[in-house]
């Protein structure tokens, strides 16, 4: 079999889907793999690093005689409409968002693996690519919000005195504030953390920070939060109000499943924090965490910062990609046998994460927008 590796061509897009140790393992698996020319150089992969992998020069040509094509970003429809019946794609799709998208696989009768489907059980954790990536922006996050601070994080002891600590908060302890509650423990800050999921509390002790609690309990389905009502709401204004006000640094990473992200700073809030504390608000991809966050920007709202970075596991592409490429990897090794494509729907993993296959959208949410 043929696999292609797409060069990205988003904007800000850095990373690559597969890197060159990777490749030689697609190579084991009795596949012949060929990449765009150039697709990891963003990435600090060159070419010539992709040993026994052949080069393409297009697109097109390459993915007219591919069988498998892995790409980071969905691809164009203009791509996909080069693809042969019947052949795969993986990589993120984003299904509801990319209506068009969705119509072209559908009748281009591709079998497309969406990597933001992937279910979240321990099975498949080794191909979890929204979480290998959101740990390596949560590890990025306190370091972006560092730089904008005009005081250190750490304690430091000086001839003239002794520095205090920084407080760090961070809003939301999933896999990236997590990750965001470790940078900023090495750091030497005094951290703080979160959510709405009271199982949290022990993983963010574990890290060494004090966890905030409101006691609510807002455990939705999959492992995943669910929207507060907004009497537990106004409970939440009220714990949390003050630790947002002592803070020096927060990070926020709320998300709900398929919703605008929930808003956990307010304009009121911002207002009363420390002249000089950060926010860096992981949520601005899908419409931010703060009211004031301008997605993609870096904006002041009074004596406050307000970081909104997008796509933030592009900027550390070398370590992403290295991820996000395993990820794949683990996932092709499930249903690449001998050689060959054997696709096995009755797999929880391939059934869960394929979006469409033979003409047919396996998501009835995904369907009905793009009708
Ligand atoms: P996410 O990106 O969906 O959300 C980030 C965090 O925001 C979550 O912890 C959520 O509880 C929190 N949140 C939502 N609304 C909030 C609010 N109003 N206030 C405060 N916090 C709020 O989360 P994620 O990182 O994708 O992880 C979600 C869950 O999936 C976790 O339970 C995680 O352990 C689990 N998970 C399981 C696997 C696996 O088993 N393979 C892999 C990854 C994640």
Redesign the pocket.
Known sequence: IEIAVLRETGPGERRVATVPAVAARLARLGASVTLERDAGLRATFLDQAYQGVALADTAPALMAKADIVLAVQPPSVEAIKAMKPGAVLISFLYGAQNPALVAALRDGKITAFAMER????????AM?A??SQ?ALAGYYAPLLGAVHMPRILPMMTTAVGSLRAATVLV????????SALATAHRLGAITEG????P??AE?AQSLGAKFVDTGID???E???????TAEE?AK?REVVSRHIAQADMIVT?????GRR??I?ISAEQIAAMKPGAVIVDLGAESGG?CEGTRPGETVTVGHVTILGPLNVPSALAQHASELYAKNVLNLVTLFVKDGAIALDFDDEVIAGTVLTHSGEIRDEGVRKAVE
């Open positions: 992937i279910p979240r059980i321990s099975r498949a954790q979890d929204l979480s959101a809003m939301g302890l999933g896999v990236a504030g997590l979160y959510d709405v999921r199982e949290t993983q807002a455990r939705g999959g492992g995943y939060a669910r929207e507060l709401q939440v990473t709320a998300a709900v499943p992200a929930p956990l965490n």
